[in-house]
DNA sequence: GTAGGGTTAG
C-alpha cells in the first residue's frame, strides 16, 4: 500500500459542515508528523501530500485554518519542496504570529537570508510582536556582525534576555560570527544551570575553528557538580575530536558517551561517523555506518565524504549509487557536493561530468556555488584552464569566491600566471577575507619573483584586516598533544627532531630530492628559503612521531592550513624510507602516505 | 503548532 488515503489516514469524520473547525487540530498534529528524515521519508511525503489534498477539499472552515496552513507551511520544506510553503503562506486569509514564525524559519533554515528579514520586516510593520522563536530564528539568519547586534539589543529591548532559548541562539550567532569572546561573554552571565548555553558554546567552539577550547568546556561540564553532559554536548566534544584529528581523545569520549547509558541514535551516530573518518579511521567509521538500522540522507551523507576526503572516490562512488538503488532517499545537494570533489581530487573528469548533469536531469537539483567551484575545481586540476574559464563564464547565476578560489588554485597547480592573476582580481573585488586566497596569489607571484606584487597582496591583507594564521602541525601521542609551528625549536626534544630531519634529508638527496623553493614566501636567498621549508610545522611533528613510536605503527598528523607541494613530496619520501604508513590530514582532506605513494593521488 | 544538536566544496 504506497498511496495511501484519507480513509486510513483516520481523517474520515461523520461531522456536519459546522463542526468542521474541530477536526482542524487533529489534521495539524498529523501534518507535524509527516517529518520524519529517514528512511521513510518518502512515504511521509506522499501522506502529506494526501492530506494536504484533503484539506483543500473538504471545506472553507478547514482550508483556511491558521494552524492547519502552518502545519502545511512548515511540513512542505522538510521534503525539500520551498514552492509550496511560500505559495501556501501568502495565500493564508489570516495569519498569527505562529504562522510568521514558521515562514520565517523556513527561510532562515534554507539560507534565504535577504528574504528572511524581509518577512521580519513585514511581520513588524503589520503590527505583530516578535517572541522568543522569532528573535531565536533572526539571530540564526544573521550572517554580519552588525545585524546580530542589532537582535540582540531587540532581545534586550523587548525583556527576553533571560529567555533560555535567546540566550543560546545569541551564544551560537556570536561564535558563528567569530566573535567568540562575546559568546563567553553571554554565556558567562547566564545562570550556569542552563544547559542550552553550555551546549551553544561548546559547539561553538568546536564548529569555529577553537576546538581544544570546546573541549576544556566540555570537561568542565563533565566534572561540574549539579550538571553532567546529554548528548548535544557530546556533538560538541566530537565535533572538536574531528576538527582536532584527535582519534584517541575521540575514541575516549565515544566509550564515556556509551557508559553514561547514552544510546547511539541516528545523530550521535552520523556524528561518530564524521569523527572517526575525519580521523582517518575509516574502517571504524564504516563499522558504524554499517551498524545503523536507520540510515538518513545526512548518515549517507557522512559516510561517502568520509570516504571522499580519505581518497576512497571508488569507495564513495559504490556507496552514492549502493544508496540510490536501495533506498527511497533523494540525493541533495550536499551528496553531490562531497561525490563531485571527490572525483575531483582523483582526477576523474568524465564521472563528475556525468554526475553534475545528473544531479539536474535525474534529480531536479538546481546546481549552487558549490557544485559550480567542484566543476571548475574538476576541469581546472586535470589542466583543462580555458575550459574552466568558460565553464565560470556560462554559469547561470554570479560565481562566487568559491568559484573564483577554485580557479585560481588550478591555476597555482599549473603554474598559469595569467589565468591566475586574473582570477585573483575577480576574487578580489568579492572583498572576501579568506587568508588562503591571498596565500595563493602571493605565491603566483612569489613563483615569478614579483617581490613587489607580494609586497602589494601583503598590504591588501593588511588594509581589510585579514590575518593567515601560522603554520601548525600536531601528533596525538597517547591521548596529549604535542603542536609544532614553522621552525619552532621550543620542543623538549627539539634536537633530537632537527637530528631526524637532517638524517632522512640526506637519504632523500641521495634519492634525487631537490628542494622546491618556490613555495616559501619570502624574498631570500635560496639557501635560507630551503631551510625555512625543512622545517614547515608538519616535517617537525612527522619527526618528532617518528622517534616516538614504534616501528611499523602508522603516524597520525594534523595541520591547521594545506600541506605545501614539497612537503607533500617529502613526506612519501619518509614514507618509502622508514616503511611507516603517514596519515596528514590537513585543513582540506587526508593524505594516506605509504612506500613513497599518496592516496590523493597528488591531486589535491 | 513555530527554535536549538549530526553531513558540504574552495
Not at 45 to 59: E, F, M, S
Not at 308 to 318: C, F, H, S
Not at 326 to 337: A, W
Request: a neutral charge.
Amino acid at each position: 500500500m504506497l498511496t495511501p488515503n484519507v480513509a486510513n489516514l483516520g481523517l474520515q469524520f461523520s461531522c456536519s459542515m459546522n463542526c468542521l473547525t474541530r477536526i482542524c487540530p487533529l489534521i495539524t498534529l498529523r501534518l507535524l508528523a509527516c517529518q520524519s528524515r529517514g528512511s521513510m521519508n518518502w512515504l511521509y511525503r506522499n501522506i502529506g501530500r494526501a492530506i494536504h489534498g484533503y484539506v483543500v477539499k473538504v471545506g472553507r472552515d478547514v482550508r483556511d485554518d491558521v494552524s492547519v496552513n502552518s502545519a502545511l507551511v512548515f511540513m512542505y520544506p522538510r521534503f525539500g519542496d520551498l514552492d509550496p510553503a511560500g505559495s501556501i503562506f501568502w495565500s493564508m486569509p489570516e495569519r498569527n504570529v505562529v504562522a510568521w514564525n514558521t515562514m520565517i524559519s523556513v527561510y532562515a533554515q534554507t539560507g534565504n537570508i535577504k528574504e528572511t528579514w524581509g518577512l521580519f520586516n513585514q511581520m513588524l510593520v503589520e503590527g505583530f510582536e516578535a517572541n522568543e522563536i522569532t528573535l531565536s530564528c533572526m539571530a540564526n539568519s544573521s550572517n554580519e556582525l552588525l545585524q546580530g547586534m542589532m537582535i540582540h539589543g531587540l532581545v534586550i529591548k523587548i525583556g527576553l534576555i533571560e529567555d533560555e532559548i535567546i540566550g543560546a541562539s545569541l551564544i551560537d550567532m556570536y561564535a558563528r560570527l567569530n566573535s567568540l569572546v562575546d559568546a563567553q561573554k553571554l554565556f558567562d552571565v547566564k545562570p550556569r544551570s542552563e544547559m542550552g548555553s553550555w551546549n551553544s558554546l561548546i559547539l561553538g567552539y568546536a564548529k569555529n575553528g577553537y576546538p581544544r577550547e570546546a573541549l576544556n568546556l566540555f570537561y568542565r561540564l563533565r566534572d561540574h557538580r549539579n550538571l553532567c553532559p546529554n548528548s548535544i554536548s557530546f556533538l560538541g566534544a566530537l565535533n572538536a575530536c574531528a576538527a582536532l584529528g584527535a582519534v584517541k581523545e575521540g575514541k575516549v569520549i565515544h566509550d564515556y558517551f556509551v557508559n553514561s547509558g547514552f544510546k547511539v541514535d541516528r545523530i550521535i551516530g552520523t556524528s561518530l561517523i564524521d569523527m572517526y573518518s575525519k580521523c582517518g579511521c575509516v574502517d571504524t567509521a564504516r563499522d558504524i555506518f554499517e551498524g545503523m538500522k536507520d540510515k538518513d540522507l545526512v548518515a549517507w551523507s557522512a559516510m561517502i565524504s568520509g570516504h571522499g576526503v580519505n581518497g576512497e572516490v571508488k569507495e564513495a562512488i559504490k556507496l552514492f549509487d549502493r544508496m540510490r538503488k536501495n533506498y527511497h532517499l533523494k540525493p541533495d545537494n550536499v551528496i553531490f557536493t562531497s561525490i563531485l570533489s571527490a572525483c575531483s581530487h582523483s582526477g576523474m573528469l568524465e564521472e563528475g561530468w556525468f554526475y553534475f548533469n545528473e544531479m539536474k536531469r535525474v534529480y531536479g537539483l538546481e546546481p549552487k556555488q558549490e557544485q559550480y567551484a567542484c566543476i571548475v575545481d574538476l576541469l581546472g586540476r586535470a589542466g583543462k584552464l580555458d575550459e574552466s574559464l568558460d565553464f565560470i563564464k556560462e554559469m547561470p547565476i554570479e560565481p562566487d569566491v568559491s568559484v573564483w578560489g577554485a580557479l585560481l588554485g588550478a591555476c597555482r597547480i599549473h603554474n598559469n600566471m595569467k589565468l591566475g592573476i586574473y582570477a585573483a582580481e575577480k576574487l578580489f573585488e568579492l572583498e572576501t577575507k579568506d587568508a588562503g586566497y591571498y596565500v595563493l596569489l602571493s605565491n603566483l607571484y612569489a613563483a615569478i619573483g614579483r617581490w613587489n606584487d607580494v609586497k602589494k597582496v601583503r598590504e591588501l591583507m593588511k588594509s581589510r584586516g585579514v590575518q593567515k594564521p601560522p603554520g601548525r602541525s600536531w601528533v596525538d601521542l597517547n591521548g596529549s598533544i604535542h603542536e609544532f609551528f614553522v621552525g619552532d625549536k621550543s620542543h623538549p626534544q627539539s634536537d633530537k627532531i632537527y637530528m631526524k630531519l637532517d638524517e632522512l634529508g640526506e637519504k632523500m638527496k641521495e634519492m634525487g630530492y631537490i628542494p622546491d623553493t618556490n613555495l616559501v614566501l619570502h624574498d631570500v636567498d635560496d639557501e635560507v628559503k630551503e631551510e625555512k621549508l625543512t622545517s614547515h610545522s608538519e616535517r617537525l611533528a612527522i619527526a618528532f612521531a617518528l622517534i616516538n613510536t614504534k616501528h611499523g605503527e602508522p603516524i597520525r598528523v594534523t595541520k591547521n592550513l594545506r600541506v605545501c607541494a614539497d612537503c607533500h613530496r617529502t613526506t612519501k619520501l619518509i614514507s618509502k624510507i622508514t616503511g611507516r604508513k603517514i596519515i596528514v590530514r590537513d585543513a582540506r582532506r587526508f593524505h594516506h602516505f605509504e612506500g613513497g605513494k599518496c592516496s590523493c593521488a597528488d591531486y589535491w
